[in-house]
């Protein structure tokens, strides 16, 4: 600190440094007791049919990198390609720090109906999420061209972790946004011949979860 220069009285050298460090310290707390608001979670506008319920509040959100996994399927007269898994990792956007992991699973509060899940990576505790009728988007105001849909997720469950965690027992909607890539293949889901073919396509995507 600029005016902490030792003088040439000794006791007083002896005094100041500490003078000077708890100084330094204290100003160090303050900085840290004040974070600029880095827990702000700031969900961007969307589509009116996928914003949550008014009193909602976003506490965490997450960027996340993966697949979007698909099986050809009998559809029909036809086939096409039918979802069954994502499989990606949620991060934090300014440390790259993961956050969950984000796949379908068994739910167990409505006796195994498969459901998107999110698991968190610290403590374990689990939510599950559904999409209803109409709450998809792919408004191109909102959605990029070829990505797969906006959409608003409501929590089906919610479960602890082994140890008492309960970073995610507590969501009540998730949204997912700024999706990117994702979408099924146009090809190698013709005929029936291609049934069991599997295509593991590329997405990333912000999940924003609220309580």
């Given amino acids: 600190m600029k005016n902490c220069i030792a003088p040439a009285n000794r006791n007083t050298r002896r005094i100041l440094p500490i003078a000077c460090a708890t100084a330094l310290a204290a100003a160090f707390t303050v900085s840290l007791s004040h974070p600029a608001h880095a827990d702000e979670v700031n969900p961007p506008p969307v589509p009116s049919n996928i914003q949550v319920p008014a009193g909602s509040k976003a ?47 068994p739910n167990p509060s409505e ?19 559904q999409v209803r009728p109409g709450e998809s988007s792919s408004d191109p105001k909102f959605v990029a061209v070829g990505a797969i849909a906006w ?17 995610l027992s ?21 005929s029936s011949t291609d049934v069991g073919h599997l295509a593991f396509v590329p997405y990333t995507a912000d999940y924003f979860f609220y309580k």
Avoid: M
């Avoid at 006796?111 to 999420?129: E, F, K, L, M, P």
């Fill in 111 to 129: 006796g195994g109906t498969i459901r998107a899940t999110w698991q968190d990576s610290r403590d374990a505790s689990t939510v599950w999420g």
């Fill in 59 to 105: 506490f965490l959100v997450g960027h996340a990198v993966g697949t979007q996994d698909y099986v050809c399927l009998p559809s029909g007269t036809g086939v096409k390609f039918v979802l069954f898994t994502p499989q990606a990792t949620l991060f934090n956007g300014s440390d790259d720090r993961e956050l969950t992991t984000h796949y379908f699973s």
């Fill in 151 to 167: 959409l608003l997720l409501r929590v089906a469950g919610t479960e602890e972790g082994p140890t008492g965690g309960n970073t």
């Fill in 170 to 190: 507590s969501t009540t909607f998730i949204q997912r946004l700024n999706t990117s890539g994702g979408s099924a293949p146009s090809t190698g889901c013709t």
